[in-house]
């Protein structure tokens, strides 16, 4: 059980980071949009990879070569360009987040979800290399435990983080207010953006 409590720990200290992913799932709480589906998908996602970590973590060290992290930063520093373009391109005519616009609809945030899920090494690092590799002397029920703990973390931080962002999105009721926060929500991607273009170019 003491596994258990640590990989919640370990998981939950990875989580706390800012990143694309977590300003994504805020923004969809503040727009009281297909929040269940955004922060299940993140959930189950690192699920997914964080038991793909513990227990092929030797598989995924051979794999996840500098060639395929390098496309997998393109690929996602095109995808920020875009969401960024998108927000700014719109951020006038959406100045209440909470809309009903074509790029809000179901297949759009799934898409965007998984976007911001998968196409960032980030993710990879944290779930399958870090806690892959923390765990890899571990016992297999101890493994189990931590990753169940590292799992369970993960969806407690997601969903808080989703409903919470729309709870509090009750007491913001201000256009001044919506357009501040869209244009924090790109400040940020625009940081993030320069983060993954370092990352490429060293």
Known sequence: MSYLFFGFLTGLSLILAIGAQNIFVIEQGLKKKHIFIVCLICSISDFILIFLGIFLFHYFQNFFSPLIELILNLLLLLFLIN??????????????????????TFISVVVK???????????????????????????????????????????????????????????????RIWIIINYSIVFFMSLLSVYVLMSILK
């Open 83 to 104: 969401f960024i373009w998108r927000k700014l391109k719109s951020i006038k005519s959406q100045i209440l987040i909470n809309d009903n616009s074509s790029d809000n």
């Open 113 to 175: 979800t998984l976007g911001f899920t998968y196409l960032n090494p980030h993710v990879y690092s944290d779930t399958v290399f870090f806690l892959g590799n923390f765990s890899k002397d571990f016992l297999i029920t101890q493994k189990y435990y931590f990753g169940i703990g590292a799992s369970l973390s993960s969806f407690l931080f997601f969903f808080i983080l989703g409903y919470l962002s729309k709870f509090l999105s009750n007491y913001i009721d201000s256009k």
